[in-house]
């Protein structure tokens, strides 16, 4: 790849393409939102694919992560804590003593940040059934404790992912190719 000129322009642009690429991590959408839409998805995925390899560009993205991760104060030991909390929380934690869900203001900050949604729904809607007011159904849903628990432990090497490849492998039609492109580059150790 020919060195790139640094121009003001071809900075700036280089800039406001790092800037685009940290929205979603995709460089095509990137080039197209600093060509505002003018160029083929076809172009926009070279060229984004080519910028992503200039150095300068490269740091770029680099310093505008780490301003990412700053801002949200966020550290390998903060998702490793959510995760642990993930991994270990009882449930028991968010019901008071006559299993009725506390409050969001009651529970403990470990438990809040293991939610992942809640769902309300209003019940008793039929006020002749001699009940005097309406009640809510709460359903919370949380962190799966599998994927936090799987993530911790190929985090500490516990388990790991193994792939199997299981084409067989023809190491003699493989020698045969590693001789003959030695013998095109004229390697003397045939």
Partial sequence: M????????TDLFHDRFAAEYLRDLNATQAYLRCKNGTVKETTAAVEGWKLLR???????????????LDALEMTA?????????AATLDP??????????????KMSARA??????IEV??????????????EFLFKVKHIKKEKALEMLAKHFRLITDIVEHKEP?????????IRAARRRVGDKDK
Avoid: C, Y
């Fill in 112 to 117: 809040r940040l293991t939610i992942d949604a």
């Fill in 77 to 85: 030991s903060n998702v490793m804590h959510l995760i642990w909390s």
């Fill in 121 to 134: 729904a209003r019940a008793n809607l039929d006020k002749t059934d001699g009940k005097k007011s309406e």
């Fill in 169 to 177: 492998v023809d190491w003699d039609k493989r020698i045969a190719r």
């Fill in 2 to 9: 020919a060195p790139h000129r640094s121009t003001k322009a």
């Fill in 54 to 68: 200039i150095p300068k560009v490269q740091q770029a993205i680099a310093a505008g992560a780490k301003k990412q």
């Fill in 92 to 105: 028991s934690e968010m019901f008071d003593a006559e299993w009725n869900l506390l409050p969001l203001s």
